[in-house]
C-alpha cells in the first residue's frame, strides 16, 4: 500500500470492530520504521517504553523517561502522519498524582503530535484516567501483565490464571471503562478471561498482546515479530520475517568486504576531472 491513506478515527476504530475487522497494532520508536509500518497499512502504532529494552538496551521499561518518549513519539509521527499514534506514559509520569498525569499526557500530545496515550493498573488508576479524558486526552488502558509493576507479578508471566486474579481483572476492566477509556489492552491474560472481558465491553474496544483471538484486534512488540531482540524471544510473538538474520548478515559481509578490500569499488567513490586534480597538484 503505497498511496496516502486517511488517518482512522475513533468513530473508524469502533466501526472496524463493529464489522468484525481486527484492529492491527504494532509497536514503534524511530521514522523509517514508522514510514514502513504506515506504507503496510498498520492502523495503530504505540510509542511503547518497551523502548526502554528494545532500543535502549535496559533490562526493564523503568529507567524510560518523558523526554526519552517524547523524542521517539515525535520521531514517529513524522514517519507515520496518516496512522494513530499511541503514546505510552513510562514510570512515575502519571502515578502521583492526577495533575501529574494530565501534565504528562499532555505533553505527548503537544509536543509529540500523538493521539492518545496509554498507561498502566486497573482500578487504581481511575482518577488519573478520568482527569485525562476530562482534558480532551483519548486514553488507553492496560491490564494484565503490566511491565511496569512486573516485580510486584512476580515476573513476566501469565496473569489471571486462577479464579481470583482473574475476577480482581476483569473488575479492573470494568473499572477503566467506567473512568472513560476508549481501550483496553489485555497482556498475558488467559483467552477465555479476555474474551468474557471483550463481549462485555461497552464502548470500549479490547486488544489482545498474548492474550488470545477474541479480541478486537492484536498488538505484537515490533522487534519481538521481526528478530530484532536478541535476549529472549517471547511465546506470544510470531516472528514474522528474520529482519535480524538478514541484517547481522549483511553487517558480516560489510566487514569482509572492506577487510578483503572489494568494498569500495569504483561506482562507490566519488572523482574529479583529471585537469582540475593537476591543477590542483600544481597549486600544491
Not at 509520569?93 to 500530545?109: D, H, K, L, W
Not at 476508549?182 to 478471561?193: A, G, N, S
Request: aromatic letters at 8%; one cysteine or more; hydrophobic letters at 40%.
Amino acid at each position: 500500500m503505497t498511496e496516502q491513506r486517511k488517518k482512522l478515527t475513533l468513530p473508524g476504530f469502533f466501526k472496524k470492530a463493529s464489522e468484525g475487522r481486527p484492529i492491527t497494532w504494532l509497536t514503534c520508536y524511530d521514522y523509517p520504521t514508522a514510514y514502513f509500518q504506515e506504507q503496510a497499512g498498520v492502523d495503530m502504532i504505540l510509542v511503547g517504553d518497551s523502548l526502554g529494552m528494545t532500543m535502549l538496551g535496559y533490562d526493564s521499561t523503568l529507567p524510560v523517561t518523558m523526554e526519552d518518549m517524547i523524542r521517539h513519539a515525535a520521531a514517529v509521527r513524522r514517519g507515520a502522519p496518516n496512522t494513530w499514534i499511541v503514546g505510552d506514559m513510562p514510570y512515575m509520569t502519571y502515578q502521583p498524582s492526577v495533575e501529574t498525569a494530565i501534565i504528562n499526557a499532555g505533553r505527548f500530545m503537544a509536543e509529540a503530535g500523538c493521539d492518545s496515550v496509554k498507561l498502566e493498573g486497573g482500578a487504581s488508576m481511575a482518577d488519573r484516567i478520568r482527569g485525562i479524558v476530562d482534558a480532551g486526552i483519548p486514553v488507553v488502558g492496560h491490564l494484565g501483565l503490566t511491565p511496569q509493576s512486573v516485580s510486584s507479578l512476580g515476573g513476566f508471566r501469565l496473569q489471571g490464571k486462577s479464579a481470583e486474579t482473574a475476577k480482581k481483572i476483569v473488575d479492573d476492566a470494568k473499572a477503566l471503562e467506567e473512568a472513560g477509556v476508549f481501550m483496553i489492552l489485555l497482556e498475558m491474560v488467559p483467552d477465555r478471561v479476555c474474551q468474557l472481558i471483550t463481549e462485555h465491553a461497552n464502548d470500549c474496544l479490547i486488544m489482545s498482546l498474548g492474550s488470545g483471538p477474541s479480541a478486537h484486534g492484536q498488538l505484537l512488540i515490533y522487534h519481538d515479530a521481526f528478530g530484532l531482540y536478541p535476549k529472549f524471544k517471547p511465546r506470544m510473538a510470531k516472528v514474522f520475517a528474520e529482519a535480524g538474520t538478514v541484517i547481522r548478515e549483511g553487517l558480516e559481509l560489510y566487514v569482509k568486504e572492506v577487510t578483503d578490500k572489494t568494498f569500495p569499488a569504483p561506482e562507490n567513490w566519488f572523482g574529479m576531472p583529471d585537469d582540475q586534480y593537476q591543477e590542483l597538484i600544481e597549486m600544491l
